[in-house]
């Protein structure tokens, strides 16, 4: 469906009937130059009690793509999400999110820790501590929204998907589905993404972590050992969470390995019945 908030066109995936029922309300969030499509695979199999819809985050997909870079910094994105809840009237979420979805996710839960029930993280940070390695971040993310603009989107996801982070993603037999979906994109959409909510522009959470007091779930590739290594220490921060690895897997674990994904979740789900005093194994 389409909904418009504040004069943005956003895409909702979400199943109209279901939406006046009595259910607990799962946010899915996409990764960057992804879309709520990326998470169809893993509606039908959501129990019934739930009501699973994602967005396609300000400027990807078929939502605006604004040309002014305020709308997609950290306080705004957080805003529009809020506003789309608001619509719904859905006052208590639980929210997954992928990669930048998933720092999406930490962000708007730390603000709104109140309306949080559940959280699920794949492939997260929670942030650059460094000064330094924040400043080189930014110029590196700087750089790639220059590459799209002056490039092209279809360049960009040629060089993107290039990249070691997406290895065993390349492997898939719909990998070229996976890059034609993403190569119709918003250049602009994209480059003012980069620049607004570069990991190095996002705040560092680290010492925030053990502020969170609803259920986490942490996913990760075991051939990520960044982000692996980073949901270790995540882990040992956050009071009530779990960090699940999947073998064989790289960044993208939800595309790569959907059956393993989709079972993490669905144990997760089955253990959390609406009550954020669940404590996971």
């Known amino acids: 469906m389409k909904l418009n908030l504040d004069g943005i066109?956003?895409?909702?995936?979400?199943?109209?009937?279901?939406?006046?029922?009595?259910?607990?309300?799962?946010?899915?969030?996409?990764?960057?130059?992804?879309?709520?499509?990326?998470?169809?695979?893993?509606?039908?199999?959501?129990p019934q009690n739930y009501l699973p819809f994602a967005i396609d985050l300000i400027g990807h997909g078929k939502t605006d793509s604004p040309n002014d870079p305020k709308f997609y910094t950290c306080t705004s994105i957080v805003n529009q999400i809020n506003s789309i809840l608001n619509f719904f009237n859905f006052d208590k979420i639980i929210l997954v999110g992928y990669s930048m979805g998933g720092r999406i996710a930490l962000s708007y839960s730390l603000k709104n820790i109140d309306k949080i029930l559940a959280l699920v993280l794949e492939s997260t940070t929670a942030g650059i501590e460094s000064i330094e390695?924040?400043?080189?971040?930014?110029e590196q993310d700087?750089?790639?929204?220059?590459?799209?603009?002056?490039?092209?989107?279809?360049?960009?996801?040629?060089?993107w998907f290039n990249?070691?982070?997406?290895?065993?993603?390349?492997?898939?037999?719909?990998f070229n589905q996976i890059?034609?979906?993403?190569?119709?994109?918003?250049?602009?959409?994209?480059?003012?993404?980069?620049?607004?909510?570069?990991?190095?522009?996002?705040?560092?959470?680290?010492?925030?972590?053990?502020?969170?007091?609803?259920?986490?779930?942490?996913?990760?590739?075991?051939?990520?050992?960044?982000?692996?290594?980073?949901?270790?220490?995540?882990?040992?921060?956050?009071?009530?969470s779990r960090h699940k690895i999947i073998p064989n897997a790289n960044h993208n674990t939800h595309l790569e390995k959907p059956e393993l994904f989709t079972n993490f979740v669905l144990e997760f789900l089955n253990k959390f019945k609406g009550s954020n005093e669940i404590q996971l194994d």
Do not use: C
């Not at 009595?22 to 199999?45: A, M, N, Q, R, V």
């Not at 390695?133 to 930014?138: A, C, L, S």
């Not at 007091?213 to 956050?238: A, C, R, W």
């Open 9 to 46: 066109n956003f895409h909702i995936l979400i199943d109209e009937s279901k939406i006046s029922q009595k259910k607990i309300p799962i946010l899915f969030l996409h990764g960057f130059t992804g879309s709520s499509e990326d998470w169809e695979f893993i509606f039908d199999f959501i």
């Open 133 to 138: 390695e924040k400043k080189k971040r930014v």
């Open 142 to 159: 700087f750089l790639l929204s220059e590459f799209i603009i002056n490039e092209g989107v279809e360049k960009f996801i040629e060089y």
């Open 163 to 174: 990249t070691p982070l997406f290895s065993e993603l390349k492997q898939l037999e719909n």
């Open 179 to 240: 890059i034609e979906k993403r190569k119709l994109n918003n250049p602009i959409g994209l480059a003012n993404t980069l620049k607004s909510f570069s990991t190095g522009l996002m705040n560092s959470y680290w010492d925030k972590l053990n502020l969170i007091n609803f259920p986490v779930l942490l996913i990760t590739g075991g051939k990520d050992e960044k982000y692996t290594s980073q949901n270790f220490l995540m882990n040992n921060l956050i009071p009530n």
